[in-house]
């Protein structure tokens, strides 16, 4: 965690379990990205944590913005970005959704399907459309299936209907999965995309933006290349591909902007060693589960690096689980987790690198418990 | 759904996401337990659906109720159950909840480990306690895990070592799994649980209750077991152990006292082939997914039925899908669903018999989506 949340976490103790974000820490990742990839327009991941003064401090950085739905748009303006910077990247928009975003002054969109942009053309007659392309995941710690995009050969018939339906095909984007560790999945879908791209614009269509989607990784358990890695291998493609003519190029940042910059504290409601064999792990309950906002746990694909006060103590392993009642609230079982012999109930374990993706998925109140309190610091 | 919740659907077209919900079936579902299992008394689930017109309407017919924690606790205070009604039945209690259930008259606690019963010895000093065992939950379609649960080695030392600590033993708890659609896993569970009662007993301690939890199932696309089935199963086996000098019973329904009284109504947001090969199922995508209230769909556990205003036209297979930008937020996959060709976005679908574990469980706001609405009627 940054000094600036240990030092919030140790004057104020506020009651778990709670998010603390530093968003002196969401900026220096801002400017990191923006230095290793200066030609790539920052479109924020909203949905990582949209909290308006994260939002507040991007647009003053000359963020742009992804949103995932109408709401998102909204709170986008609200902190003051401007219609022109947000595109609305959910491929599965309700037609009320795109009019409004239309009428608000949103003018580029995604789909994936002749359906989607059928839509678009009655609800958003003349906006920009990207089609996003289904690419392979690979090396991705939280894939994204196979519901989203669609094919090169589909994407070919769908561009031109774009423009026939008196929408501008403006492009196209793919996602290479969330918390992604293979600077190359990059490079293949770059790959993919440009041949595709340059296909399109040899047959008359006048493409300007190839959006290379989110993914980037932050440091949970395991180290993962850094930024200039994933910065090499998308310039060393796209240059290959496009050489000196690029087309606009965007990313989707969303977990490696917030993730390193927020801690959940949380703490132990019981330690319990029901099995009295001496291998048998610990059941650690923390106050906090999947339901409360650690929904990246679901199959422990995320998964969380954990302090506690008793670190450096002898340590055996656990069983890690939320409060609730319901059996699958377990955090980690097959993940090899070990804890301090000491824990007790009471103790407080602090879940680092937990700024994306916990505050908006909290159930409303599961099993009674509120949803996690948040402090941008 | 229950002419009551089609004629409300048909003449105010909610908005959707919305669970409307037929008080009068809960009622109907209450009395029916109530004339089955007669001597059984009911703690309604808390957690399965907690709101006010709910509980109000059972504390009138006279409900017990099992809480997953304090603020479901304070929730039926409110809604007029008396404490001695109550019993705090999750197992993983933070030492304050414990404090304050027995400051507000709470006298009736789960456990199922030495630690848990060592806190509820310092923070409810005096009251009953039950202990509860891990017995297996074959099937169930949402079973509960190691989680919860003890040994019935176990629970013989830790009974005793309950009254050494000034609680009053009173007795002992398992659960077979939710939607368990086996009358005779309770038939064996009983058989377990009614050794260790009567050894306990007759090594000294008074014990009076029995609690036989949930798990009882609802009809989703299958038919399930009438409750009678459950209720023979179950009398059998307790008169089978312990004759005519039956313990006090309890039972948790949940999902079967209110899983039939709900519909959630919700919206195609868009009907996709993206796959031209004609033997591909469509995609359909919903306005409500796996966060934004159907978490049980979370590995196709629980299999909804689905109406739509085309039913008894043709109909092809699908893939379902919730409407946010998370790859995991897909229903079913798997599960073989069919619906109709005409199917279009914009039309309406009813998820029939889905009033329990929806409302709580939906993301305070998953991709800037508000949870469903709910109408009590």
């Not at 850094?226 to 003519?245: C, L, R, S, V």
Request: aromatic share 8%; glycine share 10%.
């Amino acid at each position: 965690m940054t000094p600036k949340v240990a030092q919030f976490l140790d004057t104020h103790q506020p009651a778990t379990p709670c998010l603390v974000l530093d968003l002196d820490q969401v900026e220096a990742n801002y400017r990191s990205l923006r230095h290793v990839l200066p030609l790539a327009t920052i479109y924020y991941a909203v949905k990582a944590n949209p909290a308006p003064q994260i939002l507040g401090r991007l647009t003053g950085l000359g963020s742009s913005f992804d949103a995932a739905g109408i709401e998102e748009i909204e709170q986008c303006l609200a902190a003051g970005a401007t219609p022109a910077a947000i595109s609305f990247g959910n491929t599965i928009k309700k037609a009320s959704a795109i009019a409004r975003a239309h009428a608000l002054g949103v003018d580029l969109f995604a789909f994936d399907s002749e359906e989607e942009l059928r839509k678009l053309a009655a609800h958003a007659p003349g906006a920009r459309v990207y089609c996003r392309l289904m690419v392979v995941n690979d090396g991705a710690e939280w894939p994204l299936s196979k519901k989203f995009g669609t094919s090169v050969g589909q994407a070919r018939l769908l561009m031109p209907l774009a423009a026939e339906l008196g929408l501008r095909p403006w492009g196209l984007s793919f996602h290479v999965g969330s918390q992604q560790t293979d600077p190359l999945a990059y490079a293949k879908a770059v790959g993919e995309a440009a041949m595709l791209f340059t296909d399109l614009t040899r047959s008359g269509l006048d493409l300007r933006f190839l959006n290379l989607g989110g993914g980037f990784p932050t440091r949970y358990r395991a180290d993962v290349p850094a930024p200039e890695a994933f910065a090499d291998a998308i310039m060393k493609a796209m240059t290959d591909h496009f050489g000196n003519d690029l087309p606009d190029m965007a990313i989707e940042p969303g977990r490696s902007m917030v993730g390193n910059a927020g801690v959940v504290s949380s703490e132990v409601v019981l330690v319990s060693k029901r099995n009295p064999d001496p291998e048998a792990p610990r059941w650690v309950y923390l106050d906090i589960g999947r339901f409360g906002g650690l929904a990246e746990t679901e199959g422990e694909a995320i998964r969380y690096r954990l302090t506690t006060p008793h670190d450096g103590q002898a340590t055996g392993p656990v069983v890690l689980a939320g409060p609730t009642c319901d059996g699958a609230d377990i955090l980690y079982e097959r993940s090899g987790y070990q804890l301090p012999l000491a824990l007790r109930d009471g103790d407080r374990v602090a879940i680092e690198t937990a700024g994306a993706y916990v505050t908006t998925y909290a159930a409303q109140s599961f099993n009674g418990f509120a949803p996690l309190a948040e402090y941008y610091i």
